[in-house]
């Protein structure tokens, strides 16, 4: 029986630890080419630290109260990855800018997904943000990091449509789950080289073999695409 390469990934979180929950959830499967080294937190009693160490995974705080500057804050994190053995750093929720020597550092090796399509509504309150805007698709967008905002080579998007009458909480509860099943897929295909940053773009290849089993649809996964109410998605342009 082959065994299937892992890349040890360390996940960086600020709160409940969500898109988290859901990398960890694919680590389980033996045939998923990641393992999940460890979670590093900035913020103290954040809940997602308590959902790893519930599974075995090691948990670090590294708050930024506790160093005199950003560039000391972003060494201390960049040092806990080294002691993981870390090859891919995956943000999960991380709601710190990061420095520049941090980001170029792992450039090519560091993703973030956002609660947007992106390049539309970077930044916080995209929820809000889209339903003032009247936008009749939302969605999330899984990216390499760059030093500007949520500026980064795009790997994978999913969208959902917004109904009417939705308000931020449940548009956010309905691109929540379309993040859940993105991720994962995303890491999955940074971890085996078929996507990967190259001259500022995201560069794709050896997706052949998975788009005939319909896992390579990269705006919405085959299998983990959401079910949508044909007649409601009919109403949401009056």
């Not at 033996?30 to 075995?56: C, F, N, Q």
């Amino acid at each position: 029986m082959s065994t299937v390469s892992k890349k040890r990934v360390a996940i960086l979180i600020s709160g409940r630890g969500s898109n988290m929950g859901a990398l960890l959830d694919a680590a389980v499967d033996p045939a998923y080419p990641i393992e999940i080294a460890g979670v590093i937190s900035d913020t103290p009693g954040a809940a997602g630290l308590g959902i790893a160490a519930a599974r075995g995974v090691p948990v670090q705080v590294i708050a930024r109260a506790d160093h005199a500057s950003k560039d000391a804050h972003d060494g201390a994190i960049d040092a806990a990855i080294a002691e993981l053995n870390a090859e891919i750093v995956a943000l999960a929720g991380y709601m710190r800018l990061l420095t520049t020597p941090f980001v170029e550092k792992w450039q090519g090796r560091m993703i973030n997904i956002h609660p947007a399509l992106l390049p539309s509504f970077k930044g916080l309150d995209t929820h809000r943000r889209a339903l003032e805007a009247g936008t009749r698709l939302h969605g999330c967008t899984v990216h390499f990091v760059t030093p500007q905002m949520d500026d980064g080579p795009i790997i994978a998007q999913a969208a959902v449509p917004v109904m009417i009458g939705d308000d931020a909480d449940t548009l956010a509860a309905r691109v929540l789950k379309a993040e859940h099943g993105l991720y994962p897929m995303a890491l999955k295909l940074v971890a085996e080289g078929k996507a990967r940053m190259q001259g500022g773009r995201t560069v794709f290849s050896g997706l052949a073999e998975d788009t005939a089993n319909g896992d390579a649809s990269l705006s919405a996964p085959g299998p983990l695409r959401e079910e949508i109410d044909l007649e409601q998605l009919a109403r949401i342009t009056p």
